[in-house]
């Protein structure tokens, strides 16, 4: 049985909720702060601010009152699962409809139109009131822009954009949402990796050149890397860029937020001075940073929100892109919905799309059969105890890889080396322990070691060593990785930069660490050739449907799982939810 951190002041029913690891310190110090400043001293009314905060803590925007009962204890990420999973604690929740009546008499909470205060009443959900006004803006402001009147088409702007090959058919999910966003003041483009997204940007920046007025075009995304892959990627679809002012920067740069504050240059009273804003990724937009940028994008702006709303959301609170993906009305415009899906995979296999597709339909058993029936997508078992040595199909790929990359690496051709990097990955969602990226890492070097000559056997570097780089400077990015190259006569790192390769003295990259595993979580806007998956166990608080879908649609031509089908079951039966009233 596991044993929780518990508050000295804790007593009654928020004793009981922190010793079953329901609320942390934090949640109930914050909590008791909050209800001593308002005067309150109903207990369930402090219980249910201390779920809000924890709730905030876990991605969720606010805390759904009447569903809180299905709240899970709060368990770290790499705590180890306990055999048959946590029993389910015995708690005392308060009567739905009671509790919900001392939240609304409570000096703390306040009503939909009521005056500030530290929380907000709205139904059933229950704000810290700062969410609910971002919330609000969100909504404020997509409801505002649908109502705005659609720009008929201009004939030879929807002609130019689907000018280039291949031909679209009208019906075609790429042709419509070319046509929405030459339509719309907002238009949202969702799909996963491969399906075209990027390619749809192209077609829709070729009907907006304007070579007497180019317009001022803004391509961001949350991560600087997204950024410059999207600007890189349009460049080249577009071939010759004229007509369009073009300027890629993460969404802290273009609304030039201040780092450390909540300053930022662009807002409702100086809004963004582009033509068009497109963003890339925005399923890892927070709700925060969403509300900002809607506020700073002026009506007369063009709006583009490109994303896979079934991947994991952002690391802070909300799920904006899935909430707007999901309602009918926040993004529309006269003639119906602005968001459009595209949904054919062109770049991994039929195998992987529908491998992908059932996770993302939570259908186990059918992903349990493609698994057992397939040649490239397969599920080995891995309980945390098996040694790499047990799985061939692994290291072979693994050798694959590494040869691939060193043979590059000792011709110092850096892009090529980096380029074989992405022929397999092995990906996990545990940091630390049996299936964390630690051990993964480690082993999997000490394998390529006792098998390649000079190969990992010092603290480095060593010729083809691969590196990812986990802080962001003024040129590299927390995420980037590089190959460790023989160039006349030393050895250099080239980093792998979408604006091109970037070479270093390996001994300035204090932040690199070896990668020879790395985290679902980091791996996403990537692809490799294979992925090699360590599942989580049973009982793992990361074993969710958007974490598999994550790991499955990062790879082209295999994807192996290790693990056991329960878990696989389980992730795929457990959609992450996050908590928010957005499109309610
Ligand atoms: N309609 C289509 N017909 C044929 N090939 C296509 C079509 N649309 C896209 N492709 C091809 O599919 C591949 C993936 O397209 P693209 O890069 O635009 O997808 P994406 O959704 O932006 O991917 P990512 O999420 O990885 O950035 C490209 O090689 C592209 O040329």
């Known amino acids: 049985m596991r044993t929780h951190e518990v508050p000295v002041a804790a007593s009654g029913v928020l004793l009981q909720f922190c010793e079953a690891g329901m609320l942390q310190p934090v949640d109930f110090h914050l909590a008791r702060r909050m209800a001593q400043l308002s005067q309150e001293s109903d207990e369930r009314v402090e219980l249910a601010m201390a779920l809000a905060t924890r709730e905030l803590r876990l991605g969720s925007v606010c805390l759904d009152v009447a569903a809180a009962h299905t709240l899970r204890p709060d368990v770290e990420e790499d705590q180890v699962a306990e055999p048959g999973g946590a029993p389910e604690p015995d708690l005392e929740w308060p009567p739905v409809q009671e509790w919900l009546a001392a939240l609304k008499a409570s000096p703390a ?89 990027t390619t ?134 006269p003639t119906g919905s602005a968001v459009v899906s595209l949904t054919r995979n062109w770049r991994s296999n039929q195998e992987i799309n529908a491998l992908a597709s059932t996770i993302r339909t939570g259908d186990a058993d059918l992903a349990l059969q493609l698994l057992a029936d397939g040649t490239t997508c397969t599920l080995t078992p891995y309980t945390g105890t098996e040694p790499l040595s047990q799985f061939p199909t692994l290291t072979t790929d693994l050798l694959g890889c590494a040869n691939a990359v060193r043979a590059a690496a000792e011709a110092g051709d850096g892009e090529l080396a980096n380029r074989e990097l992405e022929r397999h990955r092995i990906l996990c969602a545990h940091r630390e322990g049996a299936f964390g990226v630690g051990r993964w890492g480690a082993n999997a070097r ?122 696989l079951v389980e992730a795929i039966r457990t959609p992450a939810r996050r908590a928010s009233g957005l499109g309610r």
């Open 446 to 567: 000490a394998w390529l070691s006792e098998r390649l000559p000079d190969y990992g056997l010092t603290a480095g570097p060593w010729v083809g060593q691969p590196l990812l780089i986990t802080r962001s400077s003024d040129t590299v990015a927390n995420g980037d990785t590089a190959v460790v190259v023989r160039r006349g006569g030393r050895l250099v790192a080239c980093i792998d930069r979408a604006r091109g390769p970037l070479w270093r003295d390996p001994a300035v990259l204090d932040d690199a660490v070896d990668l020879h595993a790395m985290t679902i979580h980091k791996s996403q806007g990537s692809q490799f050739g294979t992925v090699s998956v360590i599942l989580p166990p049973v009982g793992s608080p990361l074993l969710t449907r958007q974490l598999l879908y994550t790991a499955v649609t990062r790879a082209k031509e295999g994807v192996r799982l290790y693990g056991t089908p329960e878990s």
């Open 200 to 333: 749809t940007v192209a077609r829709i920046l070729r009907g907006l050149q304007d070579h007497e007025h180019p317009p001022l075009v803004a391509l961001t995304a949350p991560t600087g890397k997204a950024a410059t892959r999207l600007e890189t990627s349009v460049r080249e679809q577009l071939g010759e860029a004229d007509g369009l002012r073009l300027r890629s920067s993460t969404l802290h740069k273009l609304l030039e937020i201040v780092p450390g504050r909540e300053r930022r240059t662009y807002g409702p009273d100086n809004p963004l001075p582009h033509d068009v804003v497109i963003v890339d990724e925005t399923s890892m937009v927070s709700l925060t940073m969403m509300s900002w940028l809607l506020e700073a994008v002026a009506d007369s702006t063009r709006l583009v929100l490109i994303g896979d709303p079934d991947q994991l959301e952002s690391v802070e609170v909300g799920a904006v892109l899935a909430d707007i993906a999901n309602s009918e009305a926040l993004v529309s415009s």
């Open 109 to 197: 909470v306040s009503g939909p139109a009521g005056p500030d205060r530290p929380f907000r009443l709205v139904g059933d959900l229950l704000y810290l009131e700062r969410f609910w006004a971002e919330e609000r803006a969100v909504e404020t402001v997509l409801l505002r822009r649908s109502a705005l009147p659609a720009a008929p088409v201009p004939g030879d702007a929807l002609a130019a954009a689907l000018a280039t090959s291949p031909a679209l058919e009208p019906a075609d999910p790429q042709y419509l949402a070319v046509e929405a966003a030459l339509t719309n003041p907002t238009t949202v483009i969702t799909g996963g990796p491969g399906t075209g997204k």
